[in-house]
């Protein structure tokens, strides 16, 4: 049972917008822990896309951006491209933990 | 660039040991904390624990903490996770990643994953 709740999959066709969702507690994301998303393409590992909430990687297309309010966040793709898709994890940390880290449980993308 | 080149797949017996190697290729260990991660089949990531190699401090997550041991060489070139006991529950893909010093602690190199099967 992942500690961050991610919605199992989205959808959007080719050069549309996409939102995914990255719910967290008062413990994790409320706690003022950044979030980091990363991209796992099939059979990978996962990649980098956005650090603490909000900075992308060099190298990462401005094509995906990431927000935080609250106990939430969120991954934004625009112009979605077929490479695209892939499962994304969220991933932040816990006071609870020790401030060890917590993960969503991944959201699958499809391009349709 | 820095790469992780981690061990290959092993099939383990009920009750054995595994012990996978993570190998910084193209740099060093030195400067990074090294955190390992497994994905079961169709799953999320499960933190196991992280370690400092220059330092050789390990910090494993309390829930394996009676059978995890998180290493590194003096060299601080390769990290190594042993894990004892081992159950089904064992099976999965174990990732080693670096907590990148310019990324808040992401995890922003990472190896290609070891398979790691517990059958009888």
């Known amino acids: 049972q992942a500690v961050l709740t991610q919605p199992p999959s989205v959808s959007g066709a080719p050069g549309q917008r996409v939102t995914i969702s990255c719910t967290g507690t008062?413990?994790?994301?409320?706690?003022?822990?950044?979030v980091h998303w990363y991209q796992q393409l099939p059979g990978t590992a996962p990649k980098l896309l956005i650090f603490a909430d909000t900075d992308r990687p060099s190298g990462v297309p401005d094509r995906f951006s990431g927000s935080k309010s609250g106990t939430s966040a969120s991954l934004a793709i625009t112009g979605l491209q077929a490479e695209d898709e892939a499962v994304y994890f969220c991933q932040s940390y816990d006071s609870g933990l020790n401030g060890r880290g917590v993960f969503g449980g991944g959201t699958k993308l499809t391009v349709l | 660039q820095m790469h992780l080149v981690q061990s290959d797949s092993e099939v383990k017996q009920p009750g054995s040991s595994v012990k996978v190697s993570c190998k910084a290729s193209g740099g060093s260990l030195r400067n990074h904390g090294i955190t390992w991660l497994r994905q079961a089949p169709g799953q999320g990531f499960e933190w196991l624990g992280g370690?400092?190699?220059?330092?050789?401090?390990?910090n494993p997550t309390p829930t394996f903490q009676d059978r995890l041991a998180l290493t590194a060489d003096e060299t601080s070139t390769t990290a190594y996770l042993e894990l004892t006991s081992l159950t089904f529950e064992d099976t999965a893909v174990y990732f080693c990643?670096?907590?990148?010093?310019?990324?808040?602690?992401?995890?922003?190199?990472w190896g290609q994953g070891t398979l790691v099967t517990v059958s009888s």
């Open positions: 370690i400092l190699p220059l330092l050789g401090a390990a």
């Open positions: 008062s413990s994790n994301i409320g706690a003022h822990y950044d």
């Open positions: 990643a670096r907590d990148g010093t310019h990324y808040r602690g992401a995890f922003d190199v």
